[in-house]
């Protein structure tokens, strides 16, 4: 006669047969729970990262519509507030940031909270910045930085002996204002349209230039002409390395080496070390092969890092220089915690269908009337110095190829 086996009979026969089949149910199901949990994690990774890069994607896209409303409007803020209300709603973040902000001779200026978003898109833009610097607002015009130029010192002395008394010696690291200005000359067919896409262009575009341009500064700025004083020229002379005139691995390490040593042997603290260095030497590093044929740094630099410390690559740093020979380059070491920049955390903007410019890559100029193109101007204010001149050094005559 036959009959059902019940819930409790089944689940028995299941595990006898498990367990003579030589398995563990206990480790199964710890197996399961484990492969669950990592398609979990995965979606869940997935999905972060899909979020990420859109709210990426968004960020700066209120300023590149402020700078659309405008250069439509042709730098009038009260009709570029009309267009943008009919162009993307009255509840767009660009039409509230046009609103909330203060506009005075056809520019405008863009409050901190939308701003902030385009200084932290600099970040991976510019190399200064990416390699983490130390960043202070700087709203006043004006920014003094306490820094220490000597330490006190300690002695034995013998019983009853005097202790000589000694004093830390401090000074300033003043920083004002220097006036950043980015022109980009935007195609009046592209103003037209209004979509992300083109949001996107004006953004990258006017993040791109001030990238470029705040680069040059601070890395090689002579401080004069009122542009900021450059980590070149903060460099003091024990710091300027000259490169072995010999290029093989074993002088290209030592060099490197040198310019760790001459940071550590000032006491640098090295928190946030960084190397800079041209896309020339960047190859030269990356190809360079041991006796046996191995790359010697290619293995580490593909994860970013040379020697454990981030670097970061620009034509900022010329191949063209001529110090000893010609065709010579620079690698700077910089404790980046020492590197500081004080900015405002505004940004004026300015849009016009007339003016003229100066195309960098034929040093003509042009009017943007008869290209049909509307001229934006950003003008960033900051400044750029180090705290101690000691935290950057500098191997010059670099000549890898």
């Not at 996107?200 to 230039?209: F, I, P, Y």
């Not at 008869?370 to 101690?388: L, N, P, W, Y």
Request: proline residues 3%; hydrophobic residues 45%.
């Amino acid at each position: 006669m036959k009959r059902e086996l019940t819930r409790e009979e089944l689940k028995t026969l299941f595990l006898e047969t498990i367990k003579e089949a030589g398995f563990d149910w206990e480790e199964i199901k710890a197996r399961q729970a484990k492969y669950e949990e990592q398609q979990t994690n995965w979606f869940g990774r997935v999905v972060s990262g899909l979020s990420g890069r859109k709210e990426e994607e968004k960020k700066g896209l209120v300023v590149a519509r402020v700078i659309r409303a405008l250069a439509s409007a042709k730098g009038d803020a009260d009709r570029a507030l009309e267009w943008a209300k009919k162009i993307w709603g009255a509840e767009d973040a660009a039409v509230k940031a046009l609103s909330a902000g203060d506009a005075a001779a056809g520019g405008f200026l863009v409050r901190p909270e939308v701003s902030s978003e385009i200084i932290e898109l600099l970040r991976p833009a510019s190399v200064i910045r990416r390699l983490n610097p130390t960043v202070m607002p700087m709203d006043t015009g004006s920014l003094s930085v306490s820094k220490l130029t000597g330490g006190a010192t300690a002695g034995y002395v013998g019983e009853n002996g005097i202790i000589a008394t000694t004093q830390l010696a401090t000074g300033m690291l003043n920083l004002v204002w220097k006036k950043l200005a980015a022109i980009v000359p935007i195609s009046n067919d592209l103003l037209r349209f209004a979509s992300p896409q083109a949001d996107q262009t004006v953004r990258d575009d006017l993040v791109a230039a001030m990238a470029q341009r705040e680069d040059l500064a601070f890395i090689r700025g002579d401080g004069l002409s009122a542009t900021p004083k450059g980590l070149r020229n903060w460099t003091p002379a024990a710091n300027q390395l000259l490169v072995n005139a010999t290029v093989n691995l074993a002088n290209v390490t030592v060099d490197l080496g040198r310019l760790v040593v001459q940071l550590m042997q000032s006491d640098v603290r090295m928190l946030r070390p960084g190397w800079m260095m041209s896309p020339r030497t960047w190859n030269f590093l990356m190809t360079i092969r041991d006796g046996n044929g191995n790359f010697a740094f290619r293995p580490e630099m593909l994860g970013g890092t040379l020697w454990g410390w981030p670097f970061g690559v620009t034509t900022q740093i010329p191949n063209n220089l001529a110090v000893t020979g010609t065709n010579e380059s620079e690698i700077y070491l910089v404790d980046f915690a020492d590197a500081v920049i004080g900015e405002s955390s505004e940004i004026i903007i300015d849009a016009s269908p007339n003016a003229a410019y100066v195309d960098s890559a034929t040093s003509q100029v042009v009017a943007a009337f008869s290209q049909d193109q509307t001229v934006v101007r950003a003008i960033a204010r900051h400044d750029f110095g180090m705290r101690h001149d000691a935290s950057v050094a500098v191997l010059t005559d670099v000549d890898w190829v």
